[in-house]
T-cell receptor
Framework: SQKIEQNSEALNIQEGKTATLTCNYT??????LQWYRQDPGRGPVFLLL?????KEKRKERLKVTFDTTLKQSLFHITASQPADSATYLC??????????????FGPGTRLSVLP | DTGVSQDPRHKITKRGQNVTFRCDPI?????LYWYRQTLGQGPEFLTY????????KSRLLSDRFSAERPKGSFSTLEIQRTEQGDSAMYLC?????????????FGAGSRLTVL
């Protein structure tokens, strides 16, 4: 069955360091992979997407890589700030199976940036 | 403001009662999704609409759940005879184009607590 894993439930890092979050998937062939941020009590907010034929994508302090051979995406936040503290979710699209164009989310990684 | 309004934001009910959640996208969007999220988990797909047609329902959506989108604009999600296991955040999302791909724009969610 299809499965998405994110490296850890929680990640604590020191302000100014680079946070690296991992998303691994099995039994998918996604056309693209997306990363969302979710703050407590709020809905997820889209951050970045990367297509299957792209190796890397950047947006300001954010960088996403996508390795379709390893079935893995890495999400980096450089020069992290306490305001980056949130839960980060990866989501896959491209499957046209049971749900048509649907999005399946990983469990998320809760990032805490300590001052 | 994400462009998707959900009401109520919080609902506390007793087991066995019926509850209804409403989702109002600010502008017209063809595709509307409902997700459920429990603590520490990513959003789980429940159902989606293409205009007023409900195209797919997850196995998570038991007979006690019903969703409608009568005029292809707002949508409602009703849970009958609520159970404690229904306690969760119910998220509505619309599909929007970003960077040449489709991404989800979520509302803030409706948190349900069943006592």
């Amino acid at each position: 069955s299809q499965k998405i894993e994110q490296n850890s439930e929680a990640l604590n890092i020191q302000e100014g360091k680079t946070a690296t979050l991992t998303c691994n998937y099995t039994n998918y062939s996604p056309a693209y992979l997306q990363w969302y941020r979710q703050d407590p009590g709020r809905g997820p907010v889209f951050l970045l997407l990367i297509r299957e034929n792209e190796k890397e994508k950047r947006k300001e302090r954010l960088k996403v890589t996508f390795d379709t051979t390893l079935k893995q995406s890495l999400f980096h936040i450089t020069a992290s700030q306490p305001a980056d503290s949130a839960t980060y979710l990866c989501a896959l699209d491209g499957e046209t199976g049971n749900y048509g164009q649907n999005f399946v989310f990983g469990p998320g990684t809760r990032l805490s940036v300590l001052p | 403001d994400t462009g998707v309004s959900q009401d109520p934001r919080h609902k506390i009910t007793k087991r066995g009662q019926n509850v209804t959640f409403r989702c109002d996208p600010i502008s017209e969007h063809n595709r509307l999704y409902w997700y459920r999220q429990t603590l520490g988990q990513g959003p789980e797909f429940l159902t989606y609409f293409q205009n007023e047609a409900q195209l797919e329902k997850s196995r998570l959506l038991s007979d006690r759940f019903s969703a409608e989108r009568p005029k292809g604009s707002f949508s409602t999600l009703e849970i009958q005879r609520t159970e404690q296991g229904d306690s969760a955040m119910y998220l509505c999302a619309i599909l929007a184009g970003r960077s040449g791909a489709n991404v989800l724009t979520f509302g803030a969610g409706s948190r349900l607590t069943v006592l």
